[in-house]
C-alpha cells in the first residue's frame, strides 16, 4: 500500500512540473516585442502547435481555442502578437 502511496505522489508532482510550466502566459507574452525573428520567438514559448503560410505571412499558434498566444510573422519577424484566456 506504501508504494501506490508513492506513486500517486510520484505521478501527481510530474503532473504538476508539467502543467504548471505552461510557457503559454502573461510573463512570456509580455517578451514578444513587434520585430522579433521567429526563432525569438520559439525560444520564448517554444515550438507552435500550428501555422498557416499565405501571401508572404506566416500565421502560428501556440494553444487551443481558450487559450493561446497567436503571432503573425511576415519575413520571419513578428508584425502581430495577440494572446487569448492568458
Not at 4 to 13: D, E, F, G, N, T
Not at 40 to 54: F, H, K, L, M, R
Amino acid at each position: 500500500m506504501k508504494q501506490i502511496a508513492k506513486l500517486v505522489v510520484l505521478i501527481l508532482v510530474f503532473g504538476m512540473l508539467f502543467w504548471g510550466c505552461s510557457k503559454l502566459n502573461q510573463e512570456n507574452y509580455g517578451k514578444i516585442e513587434m520585430g522579433m525573428a521567429y526563432e525569438q520567438v520559439v525560444d520564448i514559448i517554444g515550438t507552435p502547435d500550428a501555422c498557416d503560410e499565405a501571401l508572404g505571412a506566416k500565421k502560428c499558434v501556440w494553444g487551443n481555442a481558450e487559450k493561446n498566444i497567436t503571432i503573425t510573422f511576415m519575413g520571419d519577424q513578428v508584425i502581430m502578437p495577440s494572446m487569448k484566456g492568458l
